[in-house]
């Protein structure tokens, strides 16, 4: 919502001031189109030269992710660790063979079932399943787990950010496209020295248009954009943190309630559940699960 309100202050803040103070919109209309196609059309085509088949889809799915926000929201925390406290709780009063058929077959598990959101998240699921699937193959060094489990951590959370970061080169980019779409303006220009100043007057501000569309674009939108993207799959990126933070106090032989309460600490703060919450929670969860 504040990015969609954003965008109308910018076009109207931008704009407005300019009509404002005595600025004709012809120019610009009549200089958008040619000027935009340069200017839209080598971003674009330098947007796909350097980047991957999964990058530029990942890409077109973040830009509706830095609108809607954060997929998980603060009920989907207490899920999570509700789930973690479900299976550190077996593992520890029941035994690791008890929870072999949950983490081998996660999708049928009786514990995975009841957080269907969580569950359709591949990289969580497997994440938790991948690191108890050690923890039942006898590695039991906290330190060593921790580590392996950082490693997938920044493998995943660098690929997440790949996007952004194409978007950030784009914005990156702009100005200097708005400069090469104003430098052939200049060069139309040139090729019409003879006409009278009214006519070279508007084709030089034509051609003005290409700078201004270039930063415009860079700054106003497309840079804010790569921005909001990069801090909600850091924020997304804090809900995998949450599963390291519980299973490495559950291997150091903390109790359930203790490890997910150490989780706790780890969730951003506008999604924190209290300790009442937590805890109500962790009671509500039927007994035969």
């Not at 085509?45 to 926000?69: D, E, M, Q, Y």
């Not at 909600?232 to 599963?243: C, K, L, M, Q, W």
Request: glycine letters at 10%; a negative charge.
């Amino acid at each position: 919502m504040f990015q969609i309100i954003g965008i109308v202050l910018l076009f109207a803040l931008v704009f407005g001031s300019y009509i404002i103070s005595g600025g004709k919109m012809g120019v610009i209309t009549h200089a958008l189109p040619h000027e935009m196609m340069a200017i839209g059309g080598a971003g674009v085509a330098a947007f796909l030269i350097s980047n991957s088949l999964p990058v530029i889809k990942g890409t077109l799915s973040g830009l509706g992710k830095a609108f809607k926000g954060p997929k998980w929201k603060a009920s989907d925390y207490r899920d999570l660790l509700s789930l973690l406290f479900l299976l550190t709780k077996t593992m520890k009063s029941k035994g690791v063979i008890a929870l072999e058929s949950h983490i081998e077959k996660p999708a049928e598990s009786s514990i995975f079932s009841r957080f269907p959101k969580i569950t359709k998240d591949h990289f969580a699921v497997d994440f938790i399943c991948d690191t108890l699937r050690m923890m039942t193959m006898n590695l039991e060094d906290p330190h060593q787990v921790e580590d392996a489990m950082e490693k997938q951590l920044e493998k995943h959370h660098h690929e997440a950010q790949e996007p952004a970061h194409a978007l950030q080169n784009l914005a990156d980019a702009l100005p200097a496209l708005g400069i090469v779409a104003a430098v052939l303006g200049v060069i139309k220009t040139m090729g019409s020295i003879t006409e009278p100043p009214e006519v070279l007057g508007g084709m030089i501000g034509g051609a003005l248009v290409g700078t201004f569309l270039g930063v415009f674009l860079a700054y106003g939108l497309v840079g804010p954009l790569a921005a909001r993207l990069k801090a909600v799959v850091d924020e997304e990126g804090a809900f995998y943190r949450i599963i390291q933070s519980v299973l490495v106090a559950h291997l150091h032989g903390n109790a359930a309630q203790i490890s997910v309460e150490i989780g706790r600490g780890s969730v951003p703060s506008g999604s924190q559940p209290s300790f009442l919450e937590l805890e109500e929670a962790l009671a509500n969860i039927p007994n035969e699960a």
